[in-house]
């Protein structure tokens, strides 16, 4: 069985720091493709992607503030955040794809107080 699990959320002031980590897992083709996130209210969003030949995007919003890297050897990826803002605030979601399939993990709170 696929399992995406994510872990590293939690309240954090306005220009503090986060890395979350995402580890997969129940299948030799899984491929963590990125992390997404949803505000109340919002549709999901695409944070930060990476291809299978590290190659990242990022959105806008967070270019230059967060990056993401994976470790192919753990079958994990992570993202780290810095000089997070109020409206960083969401619940983050991993991506992975196995033989074709999408696969999400079942999120991180993430919590910017000003």
């Known amino acids: 069985q696929v399992q995406l699990v994510e872990s590293g959320g939690g309240l954090v002031q306005a220009g503090g720091s986060l890395r979350l980590s995402c580890t997969a897992s129940g299948s030799i083709s899984i491929r963590i493709l990125g992390w997404y996130r949803q505000a109340p209210g919002k549709q999901r969003e695409l944070v930060a992607g990476?291809?299978?030949?590290?190659?990242?995007n990022y959105a806008d919003s967070v270019k230059g503030r967060f990056t993401i890297s994976r470790d192919n050897a753990k079958n994990t990826a992570y993202l780290q955040m810095n000089s997070l803002k109020p409206e960083d605030t969401a619940v983050y979601y991993c991506k992975g794809s196995s033989w074709g399939n999408p696969y999400w993990g079942q999120g991180t709170q993430v919590t910017v107080s000003s």
């Open positions: 990476i291809t299978s030949g590290g190659t990242t």
